[in-house]
């Protein structure tokens, strides 16, 4: 059996992808039906509003229909007006499947494996290219998501070092010290670095084998929003804050700098050799 590269088991997701459960409060079977059952009131109305707008037009003689795009939206109105209820139904079905791959991928601990440059990828496919909800592609997506879970997790490591620090863009592979300094934190284009700062906490937190907390009491949020104080500490680091934007982060735990540098060297296909720090 193959061994997972850092102590993360997902046993909720393997178990109910194959009982089509997903860790949600409804089978797929109950989400799959409240689909339908939407879809089906939304073409109703649609053909519903089209027609009568298909007879107030020929009671009135009129092109026209006053007021009418105030009510329903302008955009609504002249897809109904112009009989493109189909069009306008393709819409509306990607605006549903989008928000059902949402809940399952809130509800299965894949999304607390990908970093925030991952997350985005993803919400921006749900907006330019959503795939269809459908029973056979959930299970297929989330069992695709299973099987690759150490490779997510590893290219999330990566990527949080590189977009926190340049020191690691200029090389193939790197391997971290005990020591991370991130410049001009919330400057002018760094707005992102607070969530790549949530990011290396959460991934500490299922390295180390904790729940993950809620966003709001990661890291990059405490250092935003919570901090009164220049230095402090959390459980995984000693930070020290500056006021030219600077935020300096020095590893509690030696084994945890160990634990990323192992998942790093091994996203790269190479062979840790002694420790970071």
Not at 42 to 51: A, D, R, V
Not at 151 to 179: C, M
Not at 188 to 217: A, F
Request: glycine letters at 6%; hydrophobic letters at 35%.
């Amino acid at each position: 059996m193959e061994q997972s590269i850092f102590p993360i088991t997902l046993p909720s997701i393997e178990r109910t992808i194959m009982n089509t459960i997903l860790a949600l409060p409804e089978t797929l079977e109950e989400i799959m039906a409240k689909r339908e059952k939407v879809l089906h009131l939304y073409t109703s109305g649609l053909k519903m509003i089209s027609e009568a707008m298909k007879i107030h037009k020929d009671a009135s003689k009129s092109d026209h229909l006053r007021g009418m795009s105030n009510i329903f939206g302008r955009h609504l109105y002249y897809d109904l007006f112009q009989e493109q209820t189909e069009t306008k139904m393709q819409k509306i079905r990607s605006l549903v499947d989008a928000d059902l791959w949402r809940r399952v991928h809130e509800f299965t601990s894949i999304r607390n494996l990908m970093d925030s440059a991952a997350i985005d990828t993803f919400e921006a496919q749900l907006d330019t290219d959503c795939p269809e909800f459908t029973t056979d592609n959930v299970l297929a997506t989330f069992q695709d998501l299973y099987r690759d879970k150490d490779k997510i997790f590893a290219r999330g490591v990566v990527n949080v070092f590189r977009n926190l620090s340049s020191e690691y863009t200029r090389h193939d592979s790197f391997k971290i010290t005990n020591k991370l300094i991130v410049k001009h934190l919330g400057g002018y284009g760094r707005r992102r670095d607070y969530y790549g700062l949530n990011d290396l906490d959460r991934m500490c937190h299922l390295i180390k084998g904790n729940k993950v907390p809620e966003s709001n009491k990661l890291l990059g949020h405490k250092i935003e929003f919570d901090s009164k104080e220049h230095d402090f500490e959390t459980e995984f680091f000693i930070v020290k804050t500056y006021m030219n934007g600077n935020v300096h982060l020095k590893f509690i735990d030696p084994e945890m700098v160990q634990s990323l540098n192992r998942i790093i060297a091994n996203y790269f296909g190479e062979v840790l050799a002694g420790g970071g720090g």
